[in-house]
């Protein structure tokens, strides 16, 4: 198997950033980490090696990014807009950076997303966002508006709502999202939510997936068995969605 590591100073985010490639041709999937994961964890928990047969046959090229979701999200020490904004100059990095370095590997012309758990998160709202740049998304694990806090996880922006958060909620924006141009991309794309039957963002996936089917935006949504929300799943979920 084809693997590069990269590694630049990153104009948008004012550091180094990181990322692994992994194929040599195929639909360009933008692999998102977990919650405060790294961009080299997807290869140690098996899954890139789960992939293995699909990435040799030319089918996918997997670019795993790095997240600075400590930097973000996960940043208690920063006021909720100083997280809000440092995700927005990762979104720049990602879009500015990362897509075209991505276009200069890849000439398929097939740009995917994926994540799981806060890597869904990452791979559906950029997908939504900019619908245009991407033919598929898929979500497993993940929760599509961080400003609820299910079970034991909490509210991301600590009750903090403005329109900057509003419009980087997939579950808040997309019902009431009426521009002609990004519905009819979002329609467009492949959708693909998973989540385990017994995990806390079940109810948020549901009615995400109900929220996209009223808005005419076609997704596939599957329910797995116990909690679903491991390597060990993931494993299994990313051969069949990817």
């Known amino acids: 198997m084809n693997r590069e590591y990269h590694k630049w100073y990153s104009e948008r985010l004012e550091r180094e950033m990181e990322l692994l490639v992994f194929g040599h ?116 694990s993940g929760r599509y508006d961080l400003t609820k806090g ?27 999202l009426n521009d002609h141009f990004l519905l009819n991309a979002i329609r467009s794309m492949e959708v693909i939510l998973a989540v385990g039957e017994t995990d806390p963002f079940l109810p948020g996936n549901e009615d995400f997936s109900k929220k996209l089917w009223e808005k005419g935006i076609a997704n596939q949504f599957h329910i797995w068995e116990s909690n679903a929300h491991r390597p060990h799943y993931w494993r299994k979920m990313l051969p069949i969605y990817l």
């Open 150 to 176: 299910p079970g034991d996880f909490k509210d991301l922006l600590d009750g903090h709502h403005n329109e900057t958060v509003y419009f980087n909620m997939p579950e808040q924006y997309i019902p009431n």
């Open 25 to 140: 041709t195929g639909r360009a999937v933008l692999f998102f980490p977990t919650r405060m994961a790294r961009f080299y964890d997807y290869e140690n928990w098996g899954i890139v090696n789960a992939l293995k047969a699909r990435i040799d046959n030319g089918e996918l090229q997997l670019f795993c990014v790095d997240s600075i979701d400590r930097e973000s999200f996960y940043n208690p020490q920063v006021f909720p807009a100083v997280r809000i904004a440092r995700h927005l100059q990762y979104e720049k990095y990602l879009i500015e950076e990362v897509i075209p370095m991505i276009r200069l590997k890849n000439n398929s012309g097939y740009i995917e997303t994926a994540g799981c758990s806060m890597g869904a998160y990452h791979a559906v709202n950029l997908a939504m966002k900019y619908p245009w740049l991407f033919k598929k998304s898929v979500g497993i």
